[in-house]
């Protein structure tokens, strides 16, 4: 069945070059665009996630398997270029929030979030979700005995476990327009007797200094492969397509080791 979608939200997720005023979300977008493999990726995950929003549909589950698809299987560099693009203004982190982890992916069927306790308990249940968010937890723990309470190679790991996330049951998203804070879409106003567990849950991500950190450093060490691709017109010989044609991670991009915890190819 092929999905229709409209102009407007064509340009919304895949970028325009004259779009005016570059950010990096955007520049991240047109390097995905250029990429054969990253851009079919999307273009699945953009069909499920949101070509039938104009209808009121939303096929949750296949959502968030495509997007799992796009994760682990579209070059890392570019994949976490758009999802941890640094914003400098309200629209860009709008455009952020809303398109690169889609709302069909987390929402649920009221408009106010449910406790954490139901995204938990499901993905405690799942055979995807819970081995991913044991990783995330083993990678993005806090290092007490550290200088500054994370381990000094943790960053890459902290952010592919992050990644495998999304499209679970816990997928987490940016919480507003006006930071880089991250959490799954609830809260813990409705848990009961559970609030301490619903509350220490929530924290991994919103209290998570490693987790902070992390995203952080991915900005101060924005991809080089996104650079050259700024950089393509005034050098049409460096493309990207020259360098992601390969099945495995790009060189030379020292955030983006394998995470040893956990392989999310099986768990697609």
Known sequence: MVLCL??????????????????????????????ARCQRLRTE???????????????????????????????PALTHALLFCSCVNAACAERRR???????????PGPAPPSCLAPLDACEHSRVC???????????APAPSAPD????????RCLRAFAGLVGTAITPNYVDNASA???????CGASGNRREECEAFRGLFTRNRCLDGAIQAFDGGWPVILQDQLDVHQDPENSLLQVSSTDGLL???????????LALQPLL
């Open 181 to 187: 804070r991250v959490a799954p879409w609830c809260d």
């Open 149 to 156: 309470g994370c381990l000094q190679d943790q960053a890459p």
């Open 98 to 108: 809303q398109t690169f982890v889609p709302a069909c992916a987390f929402s649920g």
């Open 6 to 35: 409209a102009p407007a939200m064509l340009l919304l997720l895949l970028g325009s070059p004259s779009s005016a005023g570059r950010n990096r979300c955007l520049d991240a977008a047109e390097a995905c665009t250029a990429d």
């Open 45 to 75: 995950y953009v069909a499920q996630c949101l070509g039938r929003a104009a209808a009121g549909g939303c096929p949750q589950a296949r959502c968030r398997r495509a997007l799992r698809r796009f994760f682990a299987r579209g070059p």
């Open 251 to 261: 060189v030379g991009s020292s955030l983006l080791p394998m995470l040893p915890v």
């Open 130 to 140: 819970r081995p991913r968010l044991l990783a995330f937890q083993a990678s993005c």
